[in-house]
Nanobody, 115 residues
Framework: QVQLVESGGGLVQTGGSLRLSCVTS????????MGWYRQAPGNQRELVAH???????NYADSVKGRFTISRDDAKNTVYLQMNNLKPEDTAVYYC?????????WGQGTQVTVSS
């Protein structure tokens, strides 16, 4: 079964940066659009950034200009560079396919931004 493993989260101050990584156990996403999602306590999971198989990116308005999604298909990895972090970015971050059916969700990585 293909697994998604997210890492790179942590505790940072407002204005800080983090780089998240998501590795799959197989090359399932090489031809797929991949996305980074986040879920804050009490909120629904939301899609914040996605990237097509040929590198075209899209971002939610809330992160546009601060987050950058990228992928390395040779390493079965998708990244999320997060700059100028804000307290409202605090959430558990997950990666997954954008189109259905999605893969089983990984454990996510916690990002906490202190004010």
């Amino acid at each position: 079964q293909v697994q998604l493993v997210e890492s790179g989260g942590g505790l940072v101050q407002t204005g800080g940066s983090l780089r998240l990584s998501c590795v799959t156990s197989g090359n399932i996403f090489r031809l797929k659009r991949m996305g980074w999602y986040r879920q804050a306590p009490g909120n629904q999971r939301e899609l914040v950034a996605h990237i097509s198989s040929d590198g075209i990116t899209n971002y939610a308005d809330s992160v546009k200009g601060r987050f950058t999604i990228s992928r390395d298909d040779a390493k079965n990895t998708v990244y999320l560079q997060m700059n100028n972090l804000k307290p409202e970015d605090t959430a558990v971050y997950y990666c997954n396919l954008v189109v259905l059916p999605r893969l089983p969700w990984g454990q996510g990585t916690q990002v906490t931004v202190s004010s």
